[in-house]
């Protein structure tokens, strides 16, 4: 299976959208304050938490990335055209509905527009720094109007990184098997580095949103694509492999031996081992029954907007009090499912309707 002529079948839009939806479960369970810690739940919400949203975002944005690169390696500009339109686009839809939300709201009025603090958060939150909040705006939901977007700074990094690295790929021939590795390394010290401060230490909170420390999930994406033509056989249609594989890993390391955490950075052996047994069951959960995600979507990919709109609505229901229910996460997800879908038949599928050259279901992010 050549991966190009086939790239426009895959799951990809799928595996993003059900990724979103774990952002979202979790997202909504703790901040609207649902008991979920009861017989016969407790167990089923822990297994869904080892299929983490992020971790799979920035896998998928590996493989992607780099191969929309390798298309467009002689033409840098049309690579962060395309970037561009699949990013933005939807984030600046999102930050209008964002004001409105905290205008109507009572947080912002009208003079308060002339405030630094809140002219650089809106800079921040339109180009690139999406993580910073000031004071001001903590008083509406859980404290920050969309904490989800700090990850679009480390995709933009991605994004920019990811050139230099194609680069020095091909020019390192032999030794870039020890250029991954080594990278890789320095990523995961990077993580353990980062950890011996505490949460609210300004150096901690910055390392949060640095690209070191979540290279080590990009690249196994991009050392999949970088060596797809002889990894494949690893992948195609062997979902139910890497499935049963990455089961038996969490019932022993996650459940039985508690060693095992599928969070954002490694803390042993077993959480890096862990995260790339994950990232190789995404890929190959993508190139196995390939016409599902396109029976079951039909080229709607709404997990971009899923991901960038969810907190949005927790926070409306967490301003209004909505909380304590089950129902009212049921009211989140169906919201944001909403939004979402007019987000992407008004703004995101007519934005990427304006790349550069032919569009493949490849050439999107992670997200």
Known sequence: MDLKSNSRVNNFDLIRLLAAFEVVLFHGLEHLKINYHQPGMQPIFSFIAYFPGVPIFFCISGFLIYNSFKRNSNDIRKYFKNRFLRLYP?????????????FLFGILTFSDLGNRSILGWIACQTTFFQFYTPPILRSWGVGTPNGSLWTLTVEVQFYILVPL?????RASHRYKN???????ALSVLTCFFFKQWDAHNIRYKLGEVFVLPYLYNFLFGVIIAEY?????????????FWLALYVVWVLLFGFYFKSYQAGYWPKNVQGFAGILILSMLTISAAYSNVSLSTKILRGRDISYGVYIYHMLIVNSAVALGLTHNFAWLLIVFLTTITISYLSWILIESKALKMKSSRVYETDRTGY
Do not use: E, H, Q, S
């Open 165 to 169: 690295l194609f680069y020095v790929i």
């Open 228 to 240: 797809w033509d002889r990894l494949k056989p690893l992948f195609v249609n062997r979902f139910l």
């Open 178 to 184: 020890l250029l991954f590795g080594a990278i890789i």
């Open 90 to 102: 939807g984030l600046w839809m999102c930050f209008i509905a964002t004001m409105v939300l905290l």
